[in-house]
Each structure stands twice: as C-alpha cells, then as structure tokens.
C-alpha cells in the first residue's frame, strides 16, 4: 500500500457526487437535442434545457405532465406511445417523425428511445433523445425529388441512354432504348453486347477506339439491329468515362431514333423529285396531245375525202380509236401531273368504297380474304367520283396482285380522324379539321426500301413486260394530291405493305361551279358492270343530268318508246352483256329516233362493232379510265 495515498472521506464523496451531477447537467442543458426522462406511466421525470426552450417553458411547467399533455392526445397515441410500450420492452427503439413544437413549430425529428432500467433490472424509466433533423430531411427530399426530375427526364425523352463496358457489354439502359430498339424487357438487353445491335460490329470498336481521348463524340447516323432483327437508323453520341489512371471504365451512349427524321427527308424528297417528273411529264404530255388533235382532225378530213367509203372509215376509224388510246394515256399523265383538273362534286365516300369492293368481288382471287371495316357514318369528300373510285380500285388491285401466289388477307378500313392530331404524320402547316383516312393492308410480297422510294413515279413498275405501264400509283397520287389529301405507305418485304389514304372532309354539300349551268338532261345508261356504272350514274347525279339504265334490250326498247319522256342521249358500255351494239342499232332503226351515243370501252378492248363506226351513230368515244370531266365534255359535245 502506498502510505501517500490520502483516502477519501465521506465529505469528500459527497463533493465528487455532486461535481458530477453539476457535470451531467450542465451536458445535458447544454445539448442541442432535447433530452427527457420517461416513467412507465408515460410522465415525464427530467427534461433538459433545451427541451424547456422548445417548449417555452420552465422544468417545473413541464415536469410531472405526462406526454398526452405536452404533444397533444392524438399525436401521443398515433405516433408515440407504441414506440414507448416497445422500448419498456426492453428494446431500444429510433425512428423519424415530424412534430410541432411551440418553438420551432412543424419540424422532423430523430427519436431515440433507450431503455433504463432499474437496481432489479426492471424498466421503471427510459431515456428519450430528440434530434432536430429538419435540414437533414429537407437536403434528402430535395436530393429525392431532383433523383426522380431526373428519373422523369431520361424516362419521358424520347431519347435512349445506354451504359456499357468498353468491351459493349451494357450495364444500364433508359426505357426509351427498349423502345427504340424494339426490347420486350431490361433483361433482353442488359447483359448482352451493344456490339451486336451495330449492323457492322467493326463499326462498334471504330466508335470506341474514336473515344479512348474521354472526350465527347457524335457519330451522326448509324445503321442498327433491333432486338427482332429490324433495320434502323439512329443518330448515337457517346463519352467514355476514364478511371484516375486514365484507363476506359465504362461507356456511356445517347441514341435518337432517326427513323422520322429519314422518313421526312425522303418525302420531302420524294416531293421535288414528282414535281420536276411531273412538270416534265405534263410538258410532254401537252405537247403530245396537240400531235393526237392534229392526227384526229386529219383523219376526219380523210374520211370525207377517200371514195369507198365504208371500207375507208374502217380503217380511219381504227386510227381514231389508237388516238384516243394515245389520249387517255397523256390524260393519265396529265393526271399524275396535276395538270388535268378534276370535275369535283360532293360524294360518300363509304359508298363509293362499297362499289369498288363490289366491282372486284368477282376477280378475287379464291385463297385471298377481303376484311372490311368501314364505318357507317356519313364521311363525304368533295371529288370526281370516277377519280376516287380509281383511287380505290388501283390500290386494291395491286394489293390482290401482290397475293396471286401466296394467298393472303386484304384488310380494307374507313374511318374518321381528327386533322390536329395528323400535323407530325402529314408534316403540314394547313390542315382539314376532319380526314377521312382509308387503310388498305395486304399480306403480299411487300416492297424492300429501293422500290418504296420509287412507287409514286410514273412508268415505274415491277410487273412484267406487257402487264402494267406504270401508271396506276402515279395517277392515284396526282388524284390524291389534287384533292388536297395525302397517301403514305409502308411495307416489309414477304410480310405485306399498307396504304393510307387521307382525304380532307367536306361537310357542305358542293358541285362544281359549271354544274350550275346545267339544263335537266336525260341520260340513258346502258350499263355494263354495276358498280362501275353505279360510280359513273353517281357522278353523272351529282352534276345535275336524270338518269335512266337500261340493262337487257326489253328495258332499252321501252325507255326508247315512251314519246313524252325520251332520252337525250345514250351512253352505251361497250360491256354491256345483254345489248350488244347489234341490239343497240336495231332498237335506234325501229325507232327512227336519232339520239347522239356516247360509248365507253376498255383501253385493251376493240371498239364497238365496226358497221357502227361509219354510221356516224356513236358521237363520242371514251377509253377508261374516264373522269367526270370528259364524260361532261362529251355529252355537252355530243348535244350542241
């Protein structure tokens, strides 16, 4: 034992005790949380100064209260009373919660309850420490709320953002990418090699060699796979992110779907390109129709000056039905120009649509199915009916066409669509209210890019030699186009192609300004197929003429007999099955009725028997296709 050692006495523990309380309290008001002691009863035993402060009260205001009367009833029993009963558990007990003191009022809080138990070890007490963790709260909703700006930023752009290792192996990747490359889930990208989605992987490791400097790089466009071994074309930026040794750590890339982009460029291409065919073509066009005027008129003369004068007209009249075949070809390019102007009534185009579907019924093929779905509402455009109907039937008939060998589905739908919400797909300024949009989907050969750009010129065409001339596409957009309307088509190759057809709404009923100069004239239709004759007696309708049909020679015999209602004038389809022109003449003989005949026949077909030619009985003769127009033309020609 050290003898120098002094040993405390009684007073001296006594000081030592109460130097230590004066030490814990002056820690404890000097806290800046807010420290108490809590009975089992929920009252409070000790509180500090700072729990004073937020309070606004002294210790002997708030010592002896118990909980429900310094927080308020509710909040004690909704917020604070189970975490007590889990603490007098034994169990120490944190969490964050927002409460309001007279002080600071509403601010988040820490709360820690520690168990504080007795000499016998039962939990009479527990020790409750309040932290101020507002600032702290506030920093981390704020961090939380730019982390989800951020999440809604890279999650709604349109624009793909991809994480990868040097080596393409990808570690990340936005929604949009999924999208973009066409990815059904995360998980059928992340994991796999970017390398594999270039068209050209070579193109890849360029692209990572270009930055291995860890500067930014745009690589403009570049051909990619998706993940269903689709073509596309996106336009990629990328960084390389370097570790501090200056080594690649990892990739990261922007994609942007370049695809509308591609598809604007090329109809604004496709554009300049049809207008200066078209200007050139319409040129030439004109010019060939003065030679046909020069070589008709010549002919005329001809006929009137050579002896033998049957056998003469027959072979002029040849020459004059190859000018009219020569004719209707410029008109068609003419057409396809935007040169001809079209005669333009108002017209149904549900019922026109019904027509045409009723006019090919017969040529389907038997492993070819035709879906409709055209709306029943009353969707009426201002257009030659004659025109529309060729609209219609060209596209149908290439879709069939495309199905020959392998059979298919032609899918045909009418509706009704909303022009604001057309602005991006028709890249227009001005724009109808309404459309009605018309979609022709086959399952056909389809068309590979090199021949989609192309489909809209005039003679070009993939059919054989002596099976198409081109013509019909070029003619349906500058008939299309005329109207004020739009048709755009996408197709894959063995999969099929789909047209779409928007034509501008009119919701007036309009004829053409000449229509109104019309007198009532009675037209007698000899019809051939229906529903062409039903579009040209539509047309014929609309433009103010009564018509009358005639499909067998009974029929034709009593309209040429009523003496107070006669027609005045025919127009005969060479089709007609059951009045041929022999009937056609003899009925006009017995008659003794001189009425002026207009004929319409198929630009392949012979004309009408050729006794009839130098009768001078037929005043007028069309190749079809025909427009409103020309039969208007005719018939004010054939009635002067």
């Known amino acids: 034992m050290n003898h120098n050692t002094k040993i405390p006495q009684p007073d001296d523990f006594l000081e030592l005790l109460k130097r230590d309380k004066i030490v814990s309290d002056h820690i404890l008001n000097n806290s800046r949380s807010m420290i108490s002691v809590i009975t089992r009863d929920y009252i409070y035993e000790k509180v500090n100064a700072t729990f004073c402060v937020a309070h606004l009260g002294m210790p002997e205001s708030i010592i002896g209260k118990s909980l429900g009367d310094i927080w308020g009833y509710e909040i004690f029993r909704d917020k604070i009373k189970h975490n007590l009963d889990k603490c007098f558990s034994g169990e120490t007990v944190k969490y964050v919660e927002a409460f309001s003191t007279p002080q600071s009022g509403k601010r988040f809080y820490e709360v820690i309850f520690r168990p504080f138990p007795a000499v016998s070890g039962e939990i009479t007490h527990l020790l409750a420490e309040t932290f101020d963790v507002t600032d702290l709260k506030l920093t981390e909703q704020i961090a939380a709320e730019k982390e989800d700006e951020f999440k809604r930023f890279e999650t709604n752009l349109p624009i793909g953002f991809l994480r990868c290792l040097p080596d393409g192996r990808i570690l990340l990747a936005n929604k949009a990418i999924m999208i973009i490359l066409d990815c059904r889930g995360q998980i059928s990208l992340c994991g796999t090699n970017l390398r594999k989605y270039y068209t050209e992987e070579s193109l890849f490791d360029l692209h990572v060699s270009q930055l291995m400097d860890g500067k930014p790089k745009s690589f403009g466009r570049v051909p990619l796979k998706t993940c269903r071994e689709n073509e596309i074309v996106c336009r990629i930026s990328a960084f390389m992110f370097l570790d501090q040794s200056d080594k690649p750590s990892y990739i990261d890339f922007s994609f942007e779907d370049s695809s509308r982009e591609m598809m604007l460029e090329n109809k604004l291409l496709q554009a300049q390109k049809l207008e200066t065919i078209g200007a050139l073509a319409g040129g030439i066009a004109h010019d060939f129709n003065n030679i046909l005027t020069t070589i008709s008129g010549y002919a005329e003369l001809l006929k009137d000056d050579l002896p033998d004068p049957l056998q003469s007209s027959q072979k002029i009249a040849r020459i004059l039905m190859a000018v009219s075949k020569a004719r209707s070809l410029t008109n068609q390019i003419l057409t396809f ?77 009418l509706k009704q669509v909303n022009g604001k919400n057309l602005k991006d797909i028709l890249d227009k300024d001005i724009l109808a209210d309404e459309y009605a949009l018309v979609t022709f989907r086959d399952t056909g050969k389809g068309m590979d890019p090199s021949v989609l750009r192309r489909i809209f010129e005039p003679f070009y065409t993939t059919r054989e030699v002596g099976k198409g001339t081109g013509l019909g596409l070029s003619v349906v957009h500058g008939i299309v186009s005329e109207m004020g309307g739009d048709i755009l088509v996408s197709s894959e190759k063995n999969k099929g192609s789909v047209f779409y057809v928007y034509l501008p709404v009119t919701l007036e009923d309009r004829t053409a300004i000449s229509d109104l100069q019309v007198t009532k004239k009675k037209i007698l239709f000899v019809i051939g197929n229906r529903h062409e004759a039903g579009i040209l007696s539509l047309a014929l309708e609309s433009s103010g003429y009564i018509i009358a049909t005639a499909s067998d020679r009974k029929t034709l015999v009593r309209e040429m007999s009523d003496g107070e209602d006669l027609p005045d004038l025919i127009l005969y389809m060479s089709d007609a099955e059951q009045i041929k022109t022999n009937d056609l003449i003899e009925v006009i003989a017995e008659t003794n009725i001189e009425i002026p005949v207009i004929a319409i026949s198929d630009t392949g077909q012979e004309l009408i028997e050729e006794k009839s030619l130098p009768s001078g009985l037929i005043k007028q003769h069309l190749i079809k296709p025909v427009s409103l127009k020309e039969i208007r033309n005719a018939i004010q020609l054939s009635l002067i």
Not at 344 to 366: H, I, Q, R
Not at 400 to 407: F, H, K, P
């Open 337 to 413: 120009s935007r040169q001809m102007e079209q005669e333009k009534v108002t017209v149904s185009v549900s019922k026109v649509l019904k027509e045409t579907l009723g006019f090919l019924k017969d040529s389907v093929p038997p492993d070819v199915i035709i879906k409709r779905n055209i709306w029943s509402g009353k969707i009426k455009v201002f257009a030659d009916p004659t025109q529309l109907f060729r609209v219609f039937l060209n596209l149908m008939t290439n879709a069939l066409q495309s199905m020959e060998e392998t059979g298919g589905n032609l899918s045909v739908e």
